[in-house]
Protein backbone atom coordinates (compact mmCIF):
# COMPACT_ATOMS: atom_id res chain seq x y z
CA UNK A 1 0.00 0.00 0.00
CA UNK A 2 3.09 2.10 -0.19
CA UNK A 3 1.52 4.07 -3.22
CA UNK A 4 -1.04 6.01 -1.31
CA UNK A 5 0.88 6.54 1.90
CA UNK A 6 3.24 8.32 -0.35
CA UNK A 7 0.94 10.80 -0.92
CA UNK A 8 1.37 14.64 -0.23
CA UNK A 9 -0.82 16.13 -1.98
CA UNK A 10 1.65 19.10 -3.40
CA UNK A 11 0.62 20.07 -6.90
CA UNK A 12 3.39 22.24 -8.84
CA UNK A 13 3.13 25.74 -7.86
CA UNK A 14 2.35 27.22 -11.16
CA UNK A 15 -0.97 24.74 -11.55
CA UNK A 16 -4.40 24.62 -9.72
CA UNK A 17 -4.28 21.84 -7.32
CA UNK A 18 -7.70 20.77 -9.02
CA UNK A 19 -8.77 21.90 -12.62
CA UNK A 20 -12.13 22.93 -13.40
CA UNK A 21 -14.10 22.58 -16.87
CA UNK A 22 -17.35 23.30 -17.85
CA UNK A 23 -17.56 21.72 -21.39
CA UNK A 24 -20.87 22.29 -23.39
CA UNK A 25 -23.38 19.08 -24.77
CA UNK A 26 -25.25 18.56 -27.69
CA UNK A 27 -28.33 20.70 -26.01
CA UNK A 28 -26.58 24.05 -25.17
CA UNK A 29 -26.21 22.32 -21.50
CA UNK A 30 -22.81 21.67 -19.52
CA UNK A 31 -20.51 19.01 -18.54
CA UNK A 32 -18.99 19.99 -15.29
CA UNK A 33 -15.69 18.41 -14.98
CA UNK A 34 -13.47 18.31 -11.73
CA UNK A 35 -9.92 16.85 -12.20
CA UNK A 36 -7.48 16.38 -9.38
CA UNK A 37 -4.29 17.76 -10.51
CA UNK A 38 -1.10 16.45 -8.48
CA UNK A 39 -0.20 13.76 -10.28
CA UNK A 40 3.37 13.43 -9.03
CA UNK A 41 2.06 13.26 -5.64
CA UNK A 42 -0.89 10.36 -6.79
CA UNK A 43 -3.61 13.35 -6.68
CA UNK A 44 -3.45 12.69 -2.89
CA UNK A 45 -5.87 15.57 -1.23
CA UNK A 46 -4.85 18.66 0.27
CA UNK A 47 -7.00 21.04 2.39
CA UNK A 48 -6.84 22.83 0.00
CA UNK A 49 -7.95 20.75 -2.64
CA UNK A 50 -11.37 19.75 -1.02
CA UNK A 51 -12.13 23.26 0.05
CA UNK A 52 -11.77 24.14 -3.94
CA UNK A 53 -13.69 20.73 -4.93
CA UNK A 54 -16.38 21.36 -2.13
CA UNK A 55 -17.23 25.11 -3.20
CA UNK A 56 -17.55 24.26 -6.97
CA UNK A 57 -19.53 21.43 -6.11
CA UNK A 58 -22.04 23.69 -4.77
CA UNK A 59 -21.45 26.60 -7.35
CA UNK A 60 -22.76 23.29 -9.86
CA UNK A 61 -25.72 21.83 -7.77
CA UNK A 62 -27.17 25.53 -8.44
CA UNK A 63 -26.46 25.88 -12.38
CA UNK A 64 -29.20 24.73 -14.12
CA UNK A 65 -27.24 24.93 -17.00
CA UNK A 66 -25.03 21.99 -15.57
CA UNK A 67 -26.53 18.77 -16.53
CA UNK A 68 -23.85 16.44 -14.26
CA UNK A 69 -20.43 16.67 -12.83
CA UNK A 70 -17.27 14.49 -13.80
CA UNK A 71 -14.48 13.60 -11.25
CA UNK A 72 -11.34 12.59 -12.38
CA UNK A 73 -7.70 12.35 -11.58
CA UNK A 74 -5.06 14.05 -13.70
CA UNK A 75 -2.02 11.37 -14.43
CA UNK A 76 -1.80 7.81 -15.72
CA UNK A 77 -1.25 6.32 -12.36
CA UNK A 78 -4.16 7.02 -10.05
CA UNK A 79 -7.59 8.85 -9.31
CA UNK A 80 -6.77 9.77 -5.92
CA UNK A 81 -4.02 7.42 -3.20
CA UNK A 82 -5.35 9.14 -0.38
CA UNK A 83 -5.09 12.12 1.78
CA UNK A 84 -2.14 14.81 2.76
CA UNK A 85 -0.50 12.62 5.36
CA UNK A 86 3.40 15.05 5.69
CA UNK A 87 0.81 17.91 6.34
CA UNK A 88 -1.62 16.15 9.01
CA UNK A 89 1.53 14.71 10.47
CA UNK A 90 2.86 18.48 10.86
CA UNK A 91 -0.42 19.31 12.63
CA UNK A 92 -0.12 16.32 15.05
CA UNK A 93 3.57 17.31 16.06
CA UNK A 94 2.40 20.55 16.96
CA UNK A 95 -0.69 19.77 18.52
CA UNK A 96 1.30 16.83 20.49
CA UNK A 97 4.39 19.36 21.25
CA UNK A 98 2.00 22.31 22.74
CA UNK A 99 -1.11 20.89 24.30
CA UNK A 100 -0.95 19.05 27.90
CA UNK A 101 -1.35 15.53 28.44
CA UNK A 102 -3.58 14.12 31.13
CA UNK A 103 -2.87 10.26 32.33
CA UNK A 104 -2.57 8.15 29.47
CA UNK A 105 -4.71 10.76 26.76
CA UNK A 106 -5.66 13.84 25.41
CA UNK A 107 -8.82 14.77 27.80
CA UNK A 108 -9.64 17.04 24.36
CA UNK A 109 -9.08 15.88 21.48
CA UNK A 110 -9.15 19.29 19.92
CA UNK A 111 -6.66 22.10 19.49
CA UNK A 112 -4.98 20.72 16.06
CA UNK A 113 -6.61 23.11 13.40
CA UNK A 114 -5.60 21.58 10.80
CA UNK A 115 -6.76 17.74 11.57
CA UNK A 116 -10.12 19.58 12.76
CA UNK A 117 -10.07 21.42 9.45
CA UNK A 118 -9.12 18.81 7.04
CA UNK A 119 -11.36 15.83 8.30
CA UNK A 120 -14.76 18.06 8.85
CA UNK A 121 -14.14 19.62 5.10
CA UNK A 122 -13.16 16.08 3.37
CA UNK A 123 -16.32 14.57 5.25
CA UNK A 124 -18.51 17.58 4.64
CA UNK A 125 -17.63 17.02 0.67
CA UNK A 126 -17.82 12.99 0.83
CA UNK A 127 -21.28 13.33 2.02
CA UNK A 128 -22.12 16.46 -0.42
CA UNK A 129 -21.60 13.88 -3.31
CA UNK A 130 -23.36 11.18 -1.58
CA UNK A 131 -26.37 13.41 -1.40
CA UNK A 132 -25.75 15.51 -4.48
CA UNK A 133 -28.97 16.72 -6.49
CA UNK A 134 -27.07 15.86 -10.07
CA UNK A 135 -25.73 13.00 -11.61
CA UNK A 136 -21.82 12.41 -10.43
CA UNK A 137 -19.93 10.40 -13.13
CA UNK A 138 -16.47 9.57 -10.66
CA UNK A 139 -13.44 7.80 -13.19
CA UNK A 140 -11.87 5.41 -10.61
CA UNK A 141 -8.49 4.57 -12.66
CA UNK A 142 -5.46 3.34 -11.24
CA UNK A 143 -4.74 3.63 -7.45
CA UNK A 144 -7.51 4.75 -5.88
CA UNK A 145 -7.48 4.72 -2.06
CA UNK A 146 -9.03 5.55 1.72
CA UNK A 147 -9.60 10.01 0.94
CA UNK A 148 -9.93 8.54 -2.90
CA UNK A 149 -12.50 5.94 -2.07
CA UNK A 150 -14.24 8.82 -0.32
CA UNK A 151 -14.82 11.14 -3.21
CA UNK A 152 -15.78 7.93 -5.42
CA UNK A 153 -18.27 6.04 -3.22
CA UNK A 154 -21.11 8.68 -3.29
CA UNK A 155 -20.55 9.02 -6.96
CA UNK A 156 -24.02 7.84 -8.04
CA UNK A 157 -22.12 6.48 -11.10
CA UNK A 158 -18.88 4.63 -10.61
CA UNK A 159 -16.37 3.56 -13.33
CA UNK A 160 -13.47 1.59 -12.79
CA UNK A 161 -10.98 0.18 -15.39
CA UNK A 162 -7.97 -2.49 -15.73
CA UNK A 163 -5.79 -0.38 -13.87
CA UNK A 164 -8.14 0.28 -10.57
CA UNK A 165 -7.11 -0.56 -7.77
CA UNK A 166 -8.73 0.16 -4.24
CA UNK A 167 -8.33 -0.23 -1.12
CA UNK A 168 -8.37 1.12 2.90
CA UNK A 169 -5.34 0.40 3.68
CA UNK A 170 -5.26 3.06 7.07
CA UNK A 171 -3.94 0.05 9.49
CA UNK A 172 -0.57 0.31 8.09
CA UNK A 173 -0.36 3.70 9.71
CA UNK A 174 -2.54 3.96 12.71
CA UNK A 175 -5.91 5.26 11.13
CA UNK A 176 -9.18 3.55 10.52
CA UNK A 177 -11.44 3.07 6.95
CA UNK A 178 -12.95 6.32 7.46
CA UNK A 179 -14.36 9.22 4.85
CA UNK A 180 -17.78 6.74 5.41
CA UNK A 181 -16.00 3.88 4.72
CA UNK A 182 -17.59 2.18 7.69
CA UNK A 183 -20.47 2.68 6.58
CA UNK A 184 -19.62 1.64 3.11
CA UNK A 185 -17.82 -1.43 4.67
CA UNK A 186 -20.31 -2.36 6.23
CA UNK A 187 -22.47 -3.56 3.60
CA UNK A 188 -20.03 -5.28 1.45
CA UNK A 189 -21.39 -8.91 0.80
CA UNK A 190 -20.63 -11.64 3.34
CA UNK A 191 -18.99 -9.59 6.14
CA UNK A 192 -15.93 -9.00 3.66
CA UNK A 193 -15.65 -5.22 4.57
CA UNK A 194 -14.31 -6.41 7.95
CA UNK A 195 -11.94 -8.27 6.24
CA UNK A 196 -10.93 -5.45 3.82
CA UNK A 197 -10.69 -2.86 6.83
CA UNK A 198 -8.44 -5.39 9.00
CA UNK A 199 -5.87 -6.08 5.82
CA UNK A 200 -6.18 -3.09 3.52
CA UNK A 201 -6.32 -5.90 1.24
CA UNK A 202 -7.18 -4.33 -2.58
CA UNK A 203 -9.84 -4.72 -5.07
CA UNK A 204 -9.12 -4.98 -8.63
CA UNK A 205 -12.46 -3.85 -11.15
CA UNK A 206 -14.80 -7.19 -10.74
CA UNK A 207 -14.02 -7.11 -6.69
CA UNK A 208 -14.43 -3.32 -6.48
CA UNK A 209 -17.94 -3.77 -8.14
CA UNK A 210 -18.88 -6.77 -6.87
CA UNK A 211 -18.22 -5.20 -3.22
CA UNK A 212 -20.16 -1.71 -4.02
CA UNK A 213 -17.73 0.58 -4.43
CA UNK A 214 -17.92 0.56 -8.05
CA UNK A 215 -20.90 -0.26 -10.55
CA UNK A 216 -19.35 -0.71 -14.23
CA UNK A 217 -16.06 -1.54 -15.87
CA UNK A 218 -14.79 0.38 -18.93
CA UNK A 219 -11.20 0.07 -20.27
CA UNK A 220 -8.89 2.98 -20.07
CA UNK A 221 -8.42 3.27 -23.58
CA UNK A 222 -12.26 4.55 -24.16
CA UNK A 223 -12.00 7.41 -21.63
CA UNK A 224 -11.81 9.97 -23.93
CA UNK A 225 -14.19 8.32 -26.36
CA UNK A 226 -16.71 8.23 -23.02
CA UNK A 227 -16.38 11.71 -22.86
CA UNK A 228 -17.23 12.99 -26.20
CA UNK A 229 -20.07 10.97 -26.31
CA UNK A 230 -21.14 12.59 -22.73
CA UNK A 231 -20.36 16.19 -24.82
CA UNK A 232 -22.80 15.05 -27.50
CA UNK A 233 -25.67 13.63 -25.37
CA UNK A 234 -29.17 16.04 -25.35
CA UNK A 235 -29.42 16.08 -21.71
CA UNK A 236 -32.39 17.11 -19.82
CA UNK A 237 -32.51 17.58 -15.50
CA UNK A 238 -35.04 15.34 -15.11
CA UNK A 239 -33.78 12.46 -16.83
CA UNK A 240 -29.88 12.88 -16.44
CA UNK A 241 -29.00 9.73 -14.48
CA UNK A 242 -31.24 7.03 -16.40
CA UNK A 243 -29.41 9.01 -19.50
CA UNK A 244 -25.97 8.63 -17.60
CA UNK A 245 -26.71 5.12 -17.13
CA UNK A 246 -27.90 3.99 -20.43
CA UNK A 247 -24.81 5.89 -21.97
CA UNK A 248 -22.37 4.13 -19.63
CA UNK A 249 -23.97 1.16 -20.62
CA UNK A 250 -22.77 1.01 -24.37
CA UNK A 251 -18.77 0.83 -23.09
CA UNK A 252 -19.18 -1.31 -19.77
CA UNK A 253 -17.83 -4.41 -20.38
CA UNK A 254 -17.74 -7.76 -17.74
CA UNK A 255 -15.07 -8.28 -15.56
CA UNK A 256 -13.24 -11.54 -13.90
CA UNK A 257 -14.09 -12.46 -10.25
CA UNK A 258 -11.13 -11.03 -8.07
CA UNK A 259 -9.60 -12.62 -5.33
CA UNK A 260 -12.10 -11.52 -2.78
CA UNK A 261 -14.54 -13.46 -4.86
CA UNK A 262 -12.49 -16.20 -5.51
CA UNK A 263 -11.86 -16.31 -1.93
CA UNK A 264 -15.34 -15.46 -0.17
CA UNK A 265 -16.46 -18.25 1.55
CA UNK A 266 -13.12 -18.79 3.54
CA UNK A 267 -13.33 -14.95 3.81
CA UNK A 268 -16.99 -15.51 5.18
CA UNK A 269 -16.08 -18.00 7.35
CA UNK A 270 -13.04 -16.45 8.97
CA UNK A 271 -15.49 -13.26 9.69
CA UNK A 272 -18.49 -15.38 11.22
CA UNK A 273 -16.85 -15.41 14.49
CA UNK A 274 -18.15 -13.61 17.83
CA UNK A 275 -14.98 -11.51 18.77
CA UNK A 276 -12.64 -9.16 16.95
CA UNK A 277 -9.90 -11.40 18.89
CA UNK A 278 -11.13 -14.56 17.31
CA UNK A 279 -11.19 -13.41 13.71
CA UNK A 280 -7.51 -11.96 14.02
CA UNK A 281 -6.42 -15.25 14.77
CA UNK A 282 -8.53 -17.19 11.72
CA UNK A 283 -7.08 -14.73 9.78
CA UNK A 284 -3.53 -15.02 10.74
CA UNK A 285 -4.40 -18.93 10.56
CA UNK A 286 -5.54 -19.43 7.17
CA UNK A 287 -3.86 -21.52 4.75
CA UNK A 288 -2.95 -18.99 2.25
CA UNK A 289 -0.80 -21.50 -0.07
CA UNK A 290 0.98 -19.87 -3.25
CA UNK A 291 -1.61 -17.38 -3.06
CA UNK A 292 0.10 -13.95 -2.96
CA UNK A 293 -3.43 -11.56 -2.21
CA UNK A 294 -3.93 -13.84 1.11
CA UNK A 295 -0.53 -13.35 2.08
CA UNK A 296 -0.14 -9.76 1.88
CA UNK A 297 -3.15 -9.78 3.64
CA UNK A 298 -2.25 -11.98 6.39
CA UNK A 299 1.28 -10.13 6.44
CA UNK A 300 -0.55 -6.15 6.78
CA UNK A 301 -2.66 -7.25 9.40
CA UNK A 302 0.41 -8.69 11.45
CA UNK A 303 2.09 -5.76 11.11
CA UNK A 304 -0.35 -3.22 11.63
CA UNK A 305 -1.67 -0.93 14.63
CA UNK A 306 -3.60 -2.82 17.22
CA UNK A 307 -5.52 0.13 17.98
CA UNK A 308 -6.99 0.71 14.28
CA UNK A 309 -7.85 -3.10 14.52
CA UNK A 310 -10.13 -2.35 16.96
CA UNK A 311 -11.50 1.11 15.70
CA UNK A 312 -12.13 -0.18 12.33
CA UNK A 313 -14.37 -2.93 14.16
CA UNK A 314 -15.99 -1.36 16.80
CA UNK A 315 -16.93 1.49 13.92
CA UNK A 316 -18.36 -1.47 11.64
CA UNK A 317 -20.52 -2.67 14.56
CA UNK A 318 -21.86 1.50 15.24
CA UNK A 319 -22.68 1.83 11.52
CA UNK A 320 -25.22 -1.05 11.15
CA UNK A 321 -27.09 1.28 13.18
CA UNK A 322 -26.58 4.47 12.00
CA UNK A 323 -27.53 6.67 9.29
CA UNK A 324 -24.60 7.74 6.99
CA UNK A 325 -24.67 12.13 8.58
CA UNK A 326 -24.28 9.60 11.54
CA UNK A 327 -21.32 7.55 10.51
CA UNK A 328 -19.49 10.83 9.82
CA UNK A 329 -19.91 12.30 12.90
CA UNK A 330 -19.05 9.54 14.50
CA UNK A 331 -15.67 9.54 12.17
CA UNK A 332 -15.26 12.75 12.72
CA UNK A 333 -14.94 12.25 16.30
CA UNK A 334 -12.85 9.05 16.16
CA UNK A 335 -10.43 10.60 13.51
CA UNK A 336 -9.69 13.75 15.82
CA UNK A 337 -8.88 11.15 18.77
CA UNK A 338 -6.39 9.45 16.28
CA UNK A 339 -4.51 12.59 15.73
CA UNK A 340 -4.31 13.68 19.68
CA UNK A 341 -3.57 10.61 21.52
CA UNK A 342 -3.75 7.24 18.83
CA UNK A 343 -1.28 6.09 17.02
CA UNK A 344 -1.57 7.78 13.87
CA UNK A 345 1.62 10.11 13.89
CA UNK A 346 3.56 6.99 14.93
CA UNK A 347 1.94 5.11 11.51
CA UNK A 348 2.87 8.36 9.84
CA UNK A 349 6.45 8.45 11.35
CA UNK A 350 7.30 5.01 10.94
CA UNK A 351 6.52 5.28 7.06
CA UNK A 352 7.28 8.73 5.77
CA UNK A 353 9.04 10.62 8.05
CA UNK A 354 11.96 8.38 9.43
CA UNK A 355 11.03 5.55 7.29
CA UNK A 356 12.38 3.04 9.68
CA UNK A 357 9.26 0.84 9.30
CA UNK A 358 8.88 0.11 12.93
CA UNK A 359 6.20 1.30 14.02
CA UNK A 360 5.59 1.85 17.90
CA UNK A 361 2.28 0.86 18.17
CA UNK A 362 0.79 1.62 21.60
CA UNK A 363 -1.35 -0.36 22.58
CA UNK A 364 1.32 -3.02 21.18
CA UNK A 365 -1.16 -6.38 21.06
CA UNK A 366 -4.71 -6.89 20.50
CA UNK A 367 -5.19 -8.03 23.61
CA UNK A 368 -4.29 -4.40 25.09
CA UNK A 369 -6.79 -3.00 22.12
CA UNK A 370 -9.55 -3.66 24.12
CA UNK A 371 -13.40 -2.41 23.15
CA UNK A 372 -13.07 -0.63 26.77
CA UNK A 373 -9.70 0.87 25.25
CA UNK A 374 -11.82 2.07 22.18
CA UNK A 375 -14.72 3.75 23.94
CA UNK A 376 -12.61 6.91 24.66
CA UNK A 377 -12.07 7.41 20.74
CA UNK A 378 -15.61 7.76 20.23
CA UNK A 379 -16.31 10.62 22.68
CA UNK A 380 -17.35 13.79 21.58
CA UNK A 381 -16.14 17.06 22.92
CA UNK A 382 -19.34 18.71 21.65
CA UNK A 383 -23.26 18.45 22.72
CA UNK A 384 -24.89 16.58 19.59
CA UNK A 385 -25.90 20.08 18.58
CA UNK A 386 -22.68 21.54 18.33
CA UNK A 387 -20.65 19.14 16.68
CA UNK A 388 -18.79 20.69 13.52
CA UNK A 389 -20.96 18.52 11.37
CA UNK A 390 -24.38 18.47 13.09
CA UNK A 391 -25.61 20.01 9.62
CA UNK A 392 -25.57 17.01 7.69
CA UNK A 393 -28.44 15.83 8.52
CA UNK A 394 -30.05 12.87 10.71
Not at 125 to 135: E, V
Not at 342 to 365: C, H, M, S, V, Y
Not at 382 to 389: E, I, R
Request: negative net charge; aromatic residues 8%; proline residues 6%.
Amino acid sequence: MEERMNATAEAPASEPCVLFEERPTGNGMRLGIATLNAPKTLNGLSLEMVRLLDAQLVQWAGDDGIALVVLQGAGEKAFCAGGDLHGLYRGMREHQQRDRWEGDAFADPRGNPHAEAFFATEYRLDHRIHTYPKPVLCWGHGIVMGGGIGLMSGASHRVVSERSKLAFPEITVGLFPDVGGSWLLQRVPQRAGLFLALTGAPLDAGDAIHAGMADVFVPEARRAEVFDTLAAEAWTLDGARAQLEALLARFAQPTAPGPLQRHAQTIADVCAHDTLEAIVDAIAALDAGEDPWLHNAQATLAAGSPGSARLGYELQQRAATLSLAGVFRLEYVAALHCAAHGDFAEGIRALLIDKDRTPRWQPATLAAATAGWAQAFFAAPWPADAHPLADLGR
